[in-house]
């Protein structure tokens, strides 16, 4: 993103922290960053804090005159390449939605001519509300980019969606922002060199999460698996262009833009999804399977009758499956998560499944669910470690290794 400039607006709402993440973020990857707080985003985090991070002037008041001699709003909203929203509070977004301009968030954001990303958060309720829905289809309508939030458990002690999405996730919905083609004639065929879609008419097939395999109605064999690996490659493979089939398992994950989901529960089931979405250029499997499944009992077990006796079956290997299929994309990635000698059972487990890479990780030393992976790509040219880093990092750096194999 080096040189990218961003206007980040800051709405009021206990999310208001991660914008600080948010500034630190983009500053690493090279962007420019100047911050408007609203007042009420001037509550939860400071001018101070937002300069020091930005590496430069905040901006709070629109009626700040010395401002408006030195730099009036319309310029201030024409200045970077995307304005983005973080929070974009339910208030922020009845306004932005009504043409309200009665502060200087909002006037710039009625002033811009430059794409805008709105990144919600509010309370469950305030989102499922049908006036935030009918703002947010208005907001589409109009092209601003809104973000779905996270669904999860919420400052204010109720659950479901509305959190603010991680800082991470926003950074690569701004990348994929930032890199719409702004000259009319990018993405004609003569100018199709541009590197950052580097994967387009490629079909990539992902598999993410863990699968459940039934016991009875109520109760599941699973594996250890948050997803997040598998949705961060689907969405970096998204942003180069690839058209992406995701297959997930049970996890609840905001579906990455650009990306076809298809949700399934069972090992079968994830099998039969990945063969209906063949052909594809390329599958790469993050996906933790069951390797087992047993024969589920019609009604709930009652603990009563003692230890369930289960009839133990060996599920389909979709990854070495794809392996032998006449079907077989012409690149196949597997993904091993190892408690002991990582790299020695994946290199066997690349052998075996007739894979062409494989990503190890050691999950004796890295935490699941994490947001950061330590992994090696174990190739048949031989093995590489790549240093800690960020599960969507891992996911960016897999793309341009995928993008240069198929080039
Ligand atoms: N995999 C798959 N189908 C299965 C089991 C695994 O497609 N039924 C894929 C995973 O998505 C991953 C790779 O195979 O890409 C390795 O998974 P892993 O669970 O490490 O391999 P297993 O064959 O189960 O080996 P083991 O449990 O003995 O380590």
């Known amino acids: 993103m080096n040189g990218k400039r961003a206007l980040l607006?800051?709405?009021?709402?206990?999310?208001?922290?991660?914008?600080?993440?948010l500034v630190r973020l983009l500053k690493k990857e090279g962007a420019s960053v100047r911050c408007v707080l609203t007042a009420a985003g001037h509550r939860f985090v400071t001018p101070m804090t937002?300069?020091?991070?930005?590496?430069?002037?905040?901006?709070?008041?629109?009626?700040?005159?010395?401002?408006?001699?030195?730099?009036?709003?319309?310029?201030?909203s024409r200045q970077a390449d995307l304005v983005v929203v973080a929070p974009a509070t339910a208030d922020l977004m009845a306004k932005m939605a009504q043409g309200i301009a009665d502060d200087l968030a909002t006037t710039l954001l009625l002033a811009t001519d430059k794409p805008v990303l709105a990144v919600p958060a509010m309370n469950v309720r305030m989102w499922l509300h049908a006036a935030t829905r009918r703002n947010v289809a208005t907001l589409r309508h109009d092209g601003v980019t809104v973000l779905e939030p996270d669904e999860g458990p919420m400052a204010c002690g109720e659950f479901g969606p509305g959190r603010l999405p991680e800082p991470e996730a926003i950074l690569e919905a701004i990348r994929r922002a930032l890199m719409q083609p702004a000259n009319p004639l990018a993405g004609q065929p003569d100018f199709a060199e541009d590197a950052t879609q580097r994967l387009e008419n490629r079909h990539i097939i992902v598999t993410a999460g863990p699968t459940h395999e039934p016991i009875d109605p109520v109760r599941v064999i699973a594996n250890r698996s948050s997803g997040k690996q598998g949705f961060a490659i689907a969405g970096a493979l998204a942003a180069a262009g690839a058209r992406v089939t995701l297959v997930a398992g049970p996890v609840s994950l905001v579906t990455p833009a650009g990306v076809t989901r298809i949700d399934v529960e069972t090992a079968r089931e994830m099998a039969a999804a990945v063969d209906a979405a063949l052909p594809a250029d390329v599958a790469i499997l993050v996906a933790a399977v069951a390797d087992w499944r047993v024969d589920a009992a019609p009604a709930k077990l009652k603990k009563e009758k003692g230890p369930p006796e289960l009839n133990w079956h060996k599920n389909p290997d979709i990854l070495a499956g794809l392996g032998q299929s006449p079907q077989r994309p012409r690149l196949l990635i597997g993904f091993a998560a190892e408690t002991e000698k990582a790299?020695?059972?994946?290199?066997?487990?690349?052998?075996?499944?007739?894979?062409?890479?494989?990503?190890?990780?050691?999950?004796?030393?890295?935490k699941m669910g994490g947001e950061e992976n330590r992994v090696h790509l174990i190739t048949d040219k031989g093995t590489e470690s790549w240093e800690r880093m960020t599960k969507h990092e891992i996911a960016r750096k897999l793309t341009g290794k995928i993008a240069d194999a198929l080039a």
């Open 9 to 21: 607006i800051i709405g009021g709402g206990i999310a208001a922290y991660k914008a600080c993440e």
């Open 50 to 76: 937002l300069a020091a991070l930005s590496e430069d002037k905040v901006y709070t008041d629109l009626f700040d005159l010395k401002d408006e001699a030195e730099m009036g709003h319309i310029q201030l």
């Open 343 to 366: 790299i020695e059972h994946a290199t066997s487990k690349r052998e075996r499944k007739g894979c062409d890479w494989i990503v190890a990780n050691d999950v004796s030393v890295d």
